[in-house]
């Protein structure tokens, strides 16, 4: 089992920073692909982020591609989402999921999941 708790949301406005994190419980850590998706009101959860769980490969939505940036500290069992740029359409909650020695862009892929930090962008 692993716990995932989320931090760091918040209002800013548009073109500012965030950086995400997502604590999690256990000591397996290590061996969990991680992943960021948000989701809007009235919208389906959608994938943001990922990465494998040495933190040697990442994925990224297009829409966020060199905007956000997703890294990991094993050694703090915790995961950050780095966002820069920010835009009113990343208005969302946002929610870290773990999936044991996978990841990708499905909700399906993940075992775990965070309660979500909302994060809001003002235009």
């Known amino acids: 089992q692993v716990r995932l708790v989320e931090s760091g949301g918040g209002l800013v406005q548009a073109g500012g920073s965030l950086r995400l994190s997502c604590a999690a419980s256990g000591r397996t850590f290590s061996s969990y692909g991680m992943g960021w998706f948000r989701q809007a009101p009235g919208k389906e959860r959608e994938f943001v982020a990922a990465?494998?769980?040495?933190?040697?490969?990442?994925t990224y939505a297009d829409s966020v591609k060199g905007r956000f940036t997703i890294s990991r500290d094993n050694a703090k069992s915790t995961v950050y989402l780095q966002m820069n740029s920010l835009k009113a359409e990343d208005t969302a909650v946002y929610y870290c999921a773990a999936g044991q020695r996978k990841y990708g862009y499905s909700v399906r892929v993940y075992d775990f999941w965070g309660q979500g930090t909302q994060v809001t962008v003002s235009s």
């Open positions: 990465i494998s769980w040495s933190g040697g490969t990442t």
